[in-house]
């Protein structure tokens, strides 16, 4: 009924794409091959062919884009303001401006047609070309990558650029299938969209998704239920309109450079003390100039121990909790979305960024539940049936549940190490890499955006840079030491995997059973998947370990 992984594209017209649709020859052998075609593998076709490397990009959708190709829910939008949130190449930001400070994913798509204008990047791109196997040649020293419609590559390296969030997962109810109603998860929904005007919907998550859809449907809808299983402690958008003469860029380029020092990859950072520096009213006032700002600054601008320290953070959920609180008109809903005990320590779950998602509350038509006190127990062809024996009727369900993150994507396309082993198999009881952009097994293949890098804790475009440009200098490497392959030792993955659990222990994430370590997912391992030592120390370690090839097992031949 519901792929769980993104496979070929199920609507629109490839033909009129500009890049190949899956119109192989008998095969195609680049020096690189790139999957994925969103920020991460854009960037690398177009340095790469820079440098002088034969690329080519498969991609399982019809455009550029990654994830704002495939989102197209109600209401989905970027939660890293721009200019954070773009690339620092001048030769695409000089004749581009942005509508609003957070865009929609309607604008990012633009802006992909604005990069292809200028990078030329289409040309270079098989569309609907679907991973499924992807296995290395020890003899003939290629991968052999191949498409579900039978298309092959052969590569000397491989790029996988699928980004943390590709394969969706949904909830295990019993009579899913039965449901009459319309039904979609939020990362597969119908290009046309969905009308909602009049009719009785039910959102289920509460993650980012999960609030813009809300937000979105409860203009229209004649009913909205939230079912929640965690209360998100969202944090104001504080959108707004932008003007072309605000967006001036003779500071560009020192601003992108600025961007890379910070821990997030963003245009702030932690305050250089501790909550208790502070007097009581300082501290208040400093928390209502970081909500007053917006954005993600009550996260990643605020006091350094902030997400280190219990009592320190308590004091962060505090007046989360009275702002959120004085918002919320019932009580019974009030305690269900921002209770005065915290659900977790704040901000151990990414926080998402709303515009009006508590004050939708207020209206008659709009209710929320607990799963937590009240679980889904079945779903019938009329709607969702939970524990309290009542039936919630519905015509249109969203799925926000979200995804098997980080690891997901790339446990899913027929990865094989030189030992056959799938890596699936390989990382079923937990996740190997080495640097965040290596595996064991895997000769002369890099990842970005994934597993065991500064990720979710990080700007989607400063974290695909930083890892980006190290690929390329790696690549680089290569070729003027007269090396031909390159391969992390198990004894590496071990000493970083190692390095990113004891940075994660010093923090209050372990605490939190969230995507971050892998909980959202039944069976998964419970870990650390993200760097959580910030951009500046991982661009470090990364440079410290090519000058060497500290790590690695190299071949000259």
Same mark, same amino acid.
């Given at each position: 009924?519901?792929?769980?992984?993104?496979?070929?594209?199920?609507?629109?017209?490839?033909?009129? *794409?500009?890049?190949?649709?899956?119109?192989?020859?008998? $095969?195609?052998?680049?020096?690189?091959?790139?999957?994925?075609?969103?920020?991460?593998?854009?960037?690398?076709?177009?340095?790469?062919?820079?440098?002088?490397? $034969?690329?080519?990009?498969f991609e399982a959708g019809t455009d550029l884009g990654g994830i704002w190709h495939w989102n197209c829910y109600p209401g989905a939008r970027v939660d890293s303001q721009?200019?954070?949130?773009?690339?620092?190449?001048?030769?695409?930001?000089?004749?581009?401006?942005?509508?609003?400070?957070?865009?929609?994913?309607?604008?990012?798509?633009?802006?992909?047609?604005?990069? %292809?204008?200028?990078?030329?990047?289409?040309?270079?791109?098989? =569309?609907?070309?679907?991973?499924?196997?992807?296995?290395?040649?020890?003899?003939?020293?290629?991968?052999?990558?191949?498409?579900?419609?039978?298309?092959?590559?052969?590569?000397?390296?491989?790029?996988?650029?699928?980004?943390?969030?590709?394969?969706?997962?949904?909830?295990?109810?019993?009579?899913?299938?039965?449901?009459?109603?319309?039904?979609?998860?939020?990362?597969?929904?119908?290009?046309?969209?969905?009308?909602?005007?009049?009719?009785?919907?039910?959102?289920?998550?509460?993650?980012?998704?999960?609030?813009?859809?809300?937000?979105?449907?409860?203009?229209?809808?004649?009913?909205?239920?939230?079912?929640?299983?965690?209360?998100?402690?969202?944090?104001?958008?504080?959108?707004?309109?932008?003007?072309?003469?605000?967006?001036?860029?003779?500071?560009?380029?020192?601003?992108?450079?600025? /961007?890379?020092?910070?821990?997030?990859?963003?245009?702030?950072?932690?305050?250089? /003390?501790?909550?208790?520096?502070?007097?009581?009213?300082?501290? +208040?006032?400093?928390?209502?100039?970081?909500?007053?700002?917006?954005? =993600?600054?009550?996260?990643?601008?605020?006091?350094? %121990?902030?997400?280190?320290?219990?009592?320190?953070?308590?004091?962060?959920?505090?007046?989360?909790?009275?702002?959120?609180?004085?918002?919320?008109?019932?009580?019974?809903?009030?305690?269900?979305?921002?209770?005065?005990?915290?659900?977790?320590?704040?901000?151990?779950?990414?926080?998402?960024?709303?515009?009006?998602?508590?004050?939708?509350?207020?209206?008659?038509?709009?209710?929320?539940?607990?799963?937590?006190?009240?679980?889904?127990?079945?779903?019938?062809?009329?709607?969702?049936?939970?524990?309290?024996?009542?039936?919630?009727?519905?015509?249109?369900?969203?799925?926000?549940?979200?995804?098997?993150?980080?690891?997901?994507?790339?446990?899913?396309?027929? *990865?094989?190490?030189?030992?056959?082993?799938?890596?699936?198999?390989?990382?079923?009881?937990?996740?190997?890499?080495?640097?965040?952009?290596?595996?064991?097994?895997?000769?002369?293949?890099?990842?970005?955006?994934?597993?065991?890098?500064?990720?979710?804790?990080?700007?989607?475009?400063?974290?695909? +840079?930083?890892?980006?440009?190290?690929?390329?200098?790696?690549?680089?490497?290569?070729?003027?030491?007269?090396?031909?392959?390159?391969?992390? $030792?198990?004894?590496?993955? +071990?000493?970083?995997?190692?390095?990113?659990?004891?940075?994660?222990?010093?923090?209050?994430?372990?605490?939190?059973?969230?995507?971050?370590?892998?909980?959202?997912?039944?069976?998964?391992?419970?870990?650390?998947?993200?760097?959580?030592?910030?951009?500046?120390?991982?661009?470090? +370690?990364?440079?410290?370990?090519?000058?060497?090839?500290?790590?690695?097992?190299?071949?000259?031949?």
């Amino acid at each position: 009924m519901m792929r769980q992984t993104i496979g070929k594209y199920q609507s629109g017209d490839p033909s009129s *794409l500009n890049g190949s649709a899956e119109t192989f020859p008998d $095969s195609i052998q680049p020096d690189v091959l790139i999957i994925g075609a969103g920020f991460g593998g854009v960037y690398l076709l177009h340095h790469l062919r820079k440098e002088g490397y $034969s690329c080519k990009i498969f991609e399982a959708g019809t455009d550029l884009g990654g994830i704002w190709h495939w989102n197209c829910y109600p209401g989905a939008r970027v939660d890293s303001q721009v200019p954070v949130y773009e690339y620092s190449m001048p030769e695409v930001y000089k004749d581009w401006t942005w509508s609003e400070a957070y865009p929609g994913w309607q604008e990012l798509r633009e802006y992909f047609k604005h990069v %292809d204008k200028v990078l030329d990047i289409k040309k270079d791109v098989y =569309f609907n070309a679907c991973v499924n196997a992807a296995e290395y040649d020890e003899v003939a020293k290629k991968w052999i990558v191949k498409t579900e419609s039978g298309g092959i590559a052969k590569s000397t390296f491989l790029i996988v650029a699928t980004g943390f969030a590709a394969k969706r997962h949904f909830p295990d109810w019993p009579g899913l299938d039965s449901f009459q109603g319309t039904i979609h998860h939020s990362s597969f929904w119908p290009q046309e969209g969905v009308d909602v005007k009049g009719k009785k919907v039910a959102v289920v998550g509460t993650g980012s998704t999960g609030v813009q859809i809300s937000q979105e449907c409860s203009q229209d809808a004649a009913e909205l239920t939230v079912f929640q299983r965690t209360p998100n402690l969202a944090l104001p958008m504080q959108q707004r309109k932008l003007t072309k003469e605000e967006q001036e860029k003779t500071h560009y380029d020192q601003f992108y450079k600025d /961007r890379m020092k910070t821990f997030a990859g963003f245009s702030y950072d932690f305050a250089q /003390r501790n909550t208790f520096d502070d007097s009581p009213e300082e501290r +208040e006032a400093f928390y209502e100039e970081l909500f007053r700002n917006g954005g =993600f600054e009550f996260w990643l601008a605020t006091y350094k %121990d902030m997400l280190y320290d219990n009592a320190a953070n308590r004091e962060a959920y505090n007046f989360w909790a009275k702002k959120t609180r004085e918002r919320i008109h019932d009580p019974r809903k009030r305690d269900i979305l921002a209770p005065i005990e915290p659900p977790h320590a704040f901000g151990t779950k990414r926080p998402s960024l709303e515009q009006y998602y508590y004050d939708m509350f207020n209206k008659p038509n709009i209710d929320v539940v607990d799963l937590k006190a009240n679980p889904v127990i079945e779903v019938k062809p009329e709607g969702l049936v939970t524990a309290d024996g009542k039936l919630h009727e519905i015509d249109v369900l969203a799925l926000a549940t979200g995804f098997d993150s980080v690891t997901g994507g790339m446990k899913n396309m027929g *990865l094989k190490n030189i030992y056959g082993e799938p890596l699936s198999e390989t990382w079923k009881m937990g996740t190997w890499s080495y640097l965040g952009t290596t595996c064991n097994g895997y000769p002369n293949m890099f990842f970005l955006y994934g597993a065991q890098g500064p990720t979710a804790f990080s700007n989607g475009p400063s974290c695909v +840079e930083a890892q980006g440009n190290w690929i390329i200098r790696a690549i680089n490497k290569m070729k003027a030491d007269g090396i031909k392959q390159i391969n992390p $030792s198990r004894e590496a993955e +071990e000493l970083w995997r190692k390095s990113v659990k004891d940075l994660s222990d010093e923090t209050l994430f372990p605490q939190t059973a969230s995507w971050y370590m892998g909980a959202n997912i039944p069976g998964k391992p419970r870990e650390q998947l993200n760097y959580t030592g910030g951009l500046p120390k991982y661009e470090e +370690e990364l440079q410290s370990k090519l000058d060497n090839w500290e790590g690695f097992m190299v071949a000259t031949a």
